[in-house]
């Protein structure tokens, strides 16, 4: 761990409560840092395609977890952040074991936050980079 990483278990505990069994699916707490998050998800055999790699919809999930986790990081209690748009590319299979994430803020307003995602295999391989978008969803429809 880096010395400017800190491990967040207020965001643990809002993974936990909206995902079941979050650690029994192989998620790990989330750690801080100071332009985003970074997570593992030990990965199972039911993430897995027939060929052994990890599916496309489990990497996806994952970054939006963890996109969503790096505005929660600075914004605590604002739960109402919606994910408007995901742009990933997927580099290379990844390897069943661990994965590890990183989501980084590019930008941060009231309303609207854009987020730079990259996601490694267990060996490394850099498997998914992107970008997605946030907007927030709270307070009254105008």
Do not use: Y
């Amino acid at each position: 761990m880096r010395e400017s990483e800190t491990v967040r278990e207020d965001l643990w505990a809002l993974i936990c409560d909206v995902v079941d069994d979050a650690e029994g699916r192989g998620m790990r707490p989330p750690r801080a840092f100071d332009e985003g998050v970074r997570m593992h998800w030990d990965t199972q055999p039911r993430h897995l395609r027939p060929g052994g790699t990890v599916l496309g919809p489990i990497l996806m999930t994952f970054a939006d977890l963890i996109g969503w986790l790096s505005i929660l990081a600075v914004r605590e209690g604002e739960i109402p952040w919606v994910t408007s748009s995901m742009n990933l590319h997927f580099l290379a299979p990844a390897r069943p074991g661990r994965i590890n994430g990183e989501a980084r803020r590019l930008k941060l307003t009231r309303h609207n936050a854009v987020i730079a995602i990259d996601i490694r295999d267990a060996e490394g391989i850099a498997v998914v980079h992107g970008t997605m978008q946030f907007a927030w969803s709270g307070g009254p429809r105008t």
